[in-house]
């Protein structure tokens, strides 16, 4: 489905489809039609929403047709060590990046353990074939740039489908953009060895998530929802190291009486100033 | 080391709860049970390690299910609708929600090998009862998230919502559920969620 990783996060297995990343700047979307829906949640998060799916189907066509083909013969012909092992060579290299983010994130104690991950692998591990640090303790702990921006206080900006790449906002892309300054593939002299390098992300990628993505197809009943609204949940949980802040969903929607013409959210009357609360899902109604 | 602390954790929970949870079992007691209880027989089976879908399934059923209160959990994902929607509709939409999600949670669960469970922090949702246990999937690669939602209802905790690596799992169906209703009703909503569950499974 999509291609480079970049989004790992504490990599998990539903989710990891939506893992991604790549050099390519957005210039013409700023000139994407609107949604023409109702103005839901969606929409305000995602106002490029048709513009969006357009980018999404191409890319799904693209992973029908030659990304996850490749990728399937891959994990079908390489023996598991051998892929481990390649993964772990371009792990420690996006390690560096995750370095950098701590430090410019002023998390000092987690750079610093990240930094000794990626020695410990290096000089341990064969280069950072093996990974020998996560058995130390020293786990990965992923950032990258989009999240140290969203640190800085930037905001996340529309949700952005990127070509080839797959889910983004308008933040992400830029710290996209920077990420891939800092990917194995950066590291070439030539071109021809920077596309090689990259097909190998691409491919070694979208391998491991070849099962995730076939759960995706069954368990979602629009795959792009699907994806966007985990893509973003799986963000701003990134964000928060794991920790947001907790809300209530609210799901009161049972028996209590209501008047017929009645809008769907439950009403405060009681508390006229409420309406400046953070809008996320509506307040229930005490049970 | 942490296998030995989960068996003996384990051996500690056969004997002290002997017969189902009871009542007033604390919220991250009941998590740490069905981990402890899952992973127990995941280990246990070869044909689950080998990825056999229909008893990951048959697992999730007997062992997960039960703490799972799916009017709540159905509602939620449904929304404001939920209000108009007939009992019929609604113990429709119950019956084919828990297909769906059944089968999302078992497919989470196969991807992983080699697994252990660690019990971290159970944190109250501010101004509501509900609580949310963190748990750590632990295995080869690197630890994944997987919390828990629960709320207390009729004097024993149910689950209402699984976070699995930073989304909960009911909520993301949300606006797509609402999409459907937007454009078939609730009846339409039943109809696509019949479908989806018709397709086989191929994972």
Same mark, same amino acid.
């Given at each position: @489905?999509?291609?480079?990783?970049?989004?790992? +996060?504490?990599?998990?297995?539903?989710?990891?489809?939506?893992?991604?990343?790549?050099?390519?700047?957005?210039?013409?979307?700023?000139?994407?039609? %609107?949604?023409?829906?109702?103005?839901?949640?969606?929409?305000?998060?995602?106002?490029?929403?048709?513009?969006?799916?357009?980018?999404?189907?191409?890319?799904?066509?693209?992973?029908?047709?030659?990304?996850?083909?490749?990728?399937? %013969?891959?994990?079908?012909?390489?023996?598991?060590?051998?892929? #481990?092992?390649?993964?772990?060579?371009?792990?420690?290299?996006?390690?560096?990046?995750?370095?950098?983010?701590?430090?410019?994130?002023? !998390?000092?104690?987690?750079?610093?353990? @990240?930094? @000794?991950?990626?020695?410990?692998?290096?000089?341990?591990?064969?280069?950072?074939?093996?990974?020998?640090?996560?058995?130390?303790?020293?786990?990965?702990?992923?950032?990258?740039?989009?999240?140290?921006?969203?640190?800085?206080?930037?905001? &996340?900006?529309?949700?952005?489908?990127?070509?080839?790449?797959?889910?983004?906002?308008?933040?992400?892309?830029?710290?996209?953009?920077?990420?891939?300054?800092?990917?194995?593939?950066?590291? /070439?002299?030539?071109?021809?060895?920077?596309?090689?390098?990259?097909?190998?992300?691409?491919?070694?990628?979208?391998?491991?998530?070849?099962?995730? +993505?076939?759960?995706?197809?069954?368990?979602?009943?629009?795959?792009?929802?699907?994806?966007?609204?985990?893509?973003?949940?799986?963000?701003?949980?990134?964000?928060?190291?794991?920790?947001? /802040?907790?809300?209530?969903?609210?799901?009161?929607? #049972?028996?209590?009486?209501?008047?017929?013409?009645? /809008?769907?959210?439950?009403?405060?009357?009681?508390?006229?100033? %409420?309406?400046?609360?953070?809008?996320?899902?509506?307040?229930?109604?005490?049970? | 080391?942490?296998?030995?602390?989960?068996?003996?954790?384990?051996?500690?929970?056969?004997?002290?709860?002997?017969?189902?949870?009871?009542?007033?079992?604390?919220? &991250?007691?009941?998590?740490?049970?069905? $981990?402890?209880?899952?992973?127990?027989?995941?280990?246990?089976?070869?044909?689950?390690?080998?990825?056999?879908?229909?008893?990951?399934? %048959?697992?999730?059923?007997? !062992?997960?299910?039960?703490?799972?209160?799916?009017?709540?959990? +159905?509602?939620?994902?449904?929304?404001?609708?939920?209000?108009?929607?007939?009992?019929?509709?609604?113990?429709?939409?119950?019956?084919?929600?828990?297909?769906?999600?059944?089968?999302?949670? $078992?497919?989470?669960?196969?991807?992983?090998? &080699?697994?252990?469970?660690?019990?971290?922090?159970?944190?109250?949702?501010?101004?509501?009862?509900?609580?949310?246990?963190?748990?750590?999937?632990?295995?080869?690669?690197?630890?994944?998230?997987?919390?828990? *939602?629960?709320?207390?209802?009729?004097?024993?905790?149910?689950?209402? &919502?699984?976070?699995?690596?930073?989304?909960?799992?009911?909520?993301?169906?949300?606006?797509?559920?609402?999409?459907?209703?937007?454009?078939?009703?609730?009846?339409?909503?039943?109809?696509?969620?019949?479908? *989806?569950?018709?397709?086989?499974?191929?994972?």
């Amino acid at each position: @489905m999509s291609l480079l990783h970049g989004r790992r +996060t504490p990599a998990p297995p539903l989710v990891a489809a939506f893992a991604l990343a790549a050099a390519l700047a957005l210039g013409g979307c700023a000139t994407a039609p %609107a949604g023409g829906a109702a103005p839901t949640q969606a929409s305000k998060v995602d106002p490029w929403e048709n513009f969006n799916r357009k980018i999404f189907t191409f890319n799904e066509a693209l992973d029908d047709a030659i990304v996850k083909p490749v990728a399937t %013969a891959y994990r079908d012909v390489v023996p598991e060590l051998v892929r #481990d092992g390649i993964e772990n060579v371009l792990g420690n290299i996006y390690d560096v990046r995750s370095v950098l983010n701590h430090f410019l994130q002023g !998390k000092l104690q987690s750079g610093l353990e @990240m930094g @000794m991950r990626v020695l410990t692998n290096t000089f341990f591990g064969l280069g950072g074939l093996l990974d020998p640090a996560s058995e130390m303790g020293l786990t990965r702990q992923w950032e990258d740039f989009g999240q140290t921006l969203g640190r800085w206080g930037v905001p &996340d900006g529309p949700y952005v489908v990127v070509p080839l790449f797959g889910p983004s906002t308008m933040r992400d892309t830029v710290g996209l953009v920077l990420d891939r300054e800092f990917s194995p593939a950066a590291i /070439p002299q030539t071109d021809s060895g920077r596309y090689a390098t990259f097909g190998v992300e691409a491919i070694s990628l979208r391998a491991r998530f070849l099962d995730t +993505t076939q759960l995706l197809e069954e368990i979602s009943l629009d795959k792009y929802s699907f994806i966007r609204d985990g893509y973003l949940s799986r963000r701003r949980d990134a964000l928060f190291d794991g920790a947001p /802040p907790l809300e209530d969903f609210g799901d009161d929607w #049972d028996d209590e009486p209501e008047t017929p013409a009645a /809008p769907a959210a439950p009403a405060a009357p009681s508390a006229p100033t %409420a309406t400046d609360t953070p809008a996320s899902a509506p307040a229930p109604a005490p049970k | 080391m942490l296998k030995k602390i989960l068996s003996a954790s384990s051996l500690l929970l056969a004997l002290a709860t002997a017969v189902p949870v009871q009542a007033n079992t604390a919220p &991250d007691a009941l998590v740490r049970q069905i $981990s402890v209880e899952v992973i127990d027989v995941a280990r246990a089976d070869k044909a689950i390690q080998e990825g056999d879908t229909a008893r990951v399934l %048959a697992l999730v059923e007997s !062992k997960v299910m039960p703490h799972v209160n799916f009017e709540v959990v +159905t509602r939620s994902a449904v929304g404001p609708q939920w209000r108009g929607a007939t009992p019929e509709q609604r113990s429709k939409l119950q019956a084919e929600f828990k297909t769906l999600l059944v089968r999302a949670y $078992s497919g989470a669960l196969a991807q992983v090998k &080699d697994q252990s469970v660690e019990v971290l922090k159970t944190l109250p949702v501010p101004g509501s009862t509900q609580m949310v246990v963190q748990t750590e999937v632990r295995g080869s690669g690197e630890p994944i998230k997987l919390d828990y *939602r629960l709320d207390k209802q009729a004097e024993a905790w149910k689950i209402i &919502d699984v976070n699995v690596g930073g989304l909960w799992l009911v909520q993301n169906y949300r606006s797509q559920f609402a999409t459907e209703i937007s454009k078939g009703g609730i009846d339409g909503l039943i109809n696509t969620l019949v479908e *989806r569950n018709k397709a086989p499974s191929k994972s």
